[in-house]
């Protein structure tokens, strides 16, 4: 199956700061997601980016899919951006369904 | 607000104790899936039903099985529920497009005694 690394596994932010995560996938993909997990459990769809950039708020991402890449910015971290960040793929051939990434684990502090 | 509910949040059970978990969508999405997560790993899918066709992942032990009564409705039987079935459930929904993105439930957090 198509493999999925997420890094960093951990990142500890001041707030204010800005991060950037990074979800590498071994094969072509139709179907990228990044997924924040708050605290309580709830996975709150992010962006849906096989390929391109998209922003929205604070938040912007990036996916190469020649290069089999994306990355993930968030700007002026706050408190409430804590939690794991997932990345989230389908490989392009045939039919399958999402394979999740590690996940990195933000904790923002103030 | 169209959602996908989850309930209940908190399920307790015993060792052995059959327990079902359900899920409703007001997405009207053709695609529900269910996904185990244990503590600080990623969400692992379990089956999902894509309409009324059952698809079940290589590796879900038989102890879990899923129902699909109809559109809205997705249930997942535990049915000799071990020490290791203890995770967060989770239920998602698509609608299987160009464009497929997974909505998900808040989850149940199974605990087994």
């Known amino acids: 199956g198509i493999q999925v690394e997420q890094s960093p596994p951990d990142l500890i932010l001041q707030e204010g700061a800005n991060s950037t995560l990074r979800c590498n996938f071994s094969?072509?993909?139709?179907?990228l997601q990044w997924f924040h997990q708050n605290p309580w459990g709830q996975l709150i769809n992010l962006f849906y980016?096989?390929?391109g950039t998209k922003q929205n708020g604070r938040l912007s991402a990036t996916t190469v899919a020649t290069e089999r890449y994306s990355l993930l910015y968030i700007s002026s971290s706050q408190t409430t951006d804590s939690g794991v960040y997932f990345c989230?793929?389908?490989?392009?051939?045939?039919?399958?369904?999402?394979?999740f990434g590690k996940g990195t684990m933000l904790l923002v502090s103030p | 607000d169209a959602m996908v509910i989850q309930n209940p949040r908190y399920q307790v059970t015993q060792f052995g104790k059959p327990v079902t978990l359900s899920c409703s969508q007001t997405?009207?999405?053709?695609?529900m899936y269910w996904y185990q997560q244990k503590s600080s790993q990623a969400p692992k899918l379990l089956f999902h039903?894509?309409?009324?066709?059952?698809?079940n992942e290589a590796d879900t032990p038989d102890n879990f099985q899923s129902r699909r009564p109809n559109t809205s409705f997705c249930f997942l039987d535990i049915r000799s529920p071990g020490l290791g079935d203890a995770a967060m459930y989770l239920c998602?929904?698509?609608?299987?497009?160009?464009?497929?993105?997974?909505?998900f439930g808040a989850g149940t957090r199974l605990s087994v005694l």
């Open positions: 997405l009207n999405h053709n695609v």
């Open positions: 094969d072509s993909v139709n179907n």
């Open positions: 980016i096989p390929s």
């Open positions: 998602a929904t698509s609608r299987r497009t160009s464009v497929d993105i997974q909505y």
């Open positions: 039903y894509y309409d009324k066709d059952f698809n």
């Open positions: 989230a793929v389908e490989r392009r051939s045939g039919y399958s369904t999402l394979t």
